[in-house]
């Protein structure tokens, strides 16, 4: 138990649904990340966020949406995902700045259909 | 392209062996992370690692950053069925706490 939960931690959605991942954390932490894991593939950072406001965005498509109301909560809104968009999605927080640990939370499996 | 090189990308290891795992960066590191996966689960901290010729250990693992800081090595002392898993190391190469990782290296342990 790292202190990062990930809910789902599993989802298939088809193509044409809108599903939400949520991430929250109560370690104090102020920057939160979402990253993707694929197979095959290394880890690939999506967004970040440092003290609600995001600092980041690996040109991620537009049909991945994030939301961070609060330094606790991150959520990945989907919508109209492609099924090359199966994957293992991790989210992590730290605190900000260089040298932080990051904790993550023990990822949502996503399969689009 | 690649920043992160892993090698090897996957290890089985007699139990009770010992066994190295590298990671190379082409830039200078601020920082470089260890982490273990379980298949399809979230990453578990091992270390990290930021002065050149830094070297930690925790129980039967032990970690090296050169002096260049652009490889670290992970070493495991006689290997446990608990040590399998995928490893895999991030970097922050540029001092503003954005992890990015390399493939990973599986490791197996056979009895």
């Known amino acids: 138990e790292t202190g990062v939960t990930q809910t789902p931690r599993h989802l298939v959605m088809g193509m044409t649904n809108k599903k939400s991942l949520k991430c929250e954390q109560h370690?104090?932490?102020?920057?939160m990340y979402w990253y993707k894991q694929s197979a095959k593939k290394p880890l690939e950072l999506m967004f970040v966020y440092n003290f609600k406001e995001q600092t980041e965005n690996n040109s991620v498509p537009s049909r991945f949406s994030p939301e961070c109301p609060n330094s606790s909560h991150l959520f990945l809104h989907l919508h109209t995902l492609q099924p090359e968009d199966s994957a293992l999605y991790l989210c992590a927080s730290s605190q900000a700045g260089p040298g932080a640990e990051a904790f993550f939370g023990q990822g949502t499996r996503l399969t689009v259909v | 392209s690649q920043e992160l090189e892993q090698s090897p990308q996957s290890l089985i290891v007699q139990e009770g062996k010992n066994l190295t795992i590298n990671c190379t960066s082409s830039k200078t590191l601020y920082g470089l992370y260890w982490y273990k996966q379980k298949y399809g689960e979230g990453l578990i901290f091992l270390m990290m690692l930021q002065k050149g010729g830094e070297e930690k250990s925790h129980e039967k693992i032990t970690a090296k950053l050169d002096e260049k800081k652009q490889q670290s090595s992970l070493h495991i002392t006689a290997s446990q069925p608990s040590h399998a898993g995928i490893y895999l190391c991030?970097?922050?190469?540029?001092?503003?706490?954005?992890?990015?990782f390399g493939t990973g290296t599986r490791l197996t342990i056979i009895p």
């Open positions: 370690l104090g932490h102020n920057a």
């Open positions: 991030g970097a922050d190469k540029a001092g503003n706490e954005k992890l990015t």
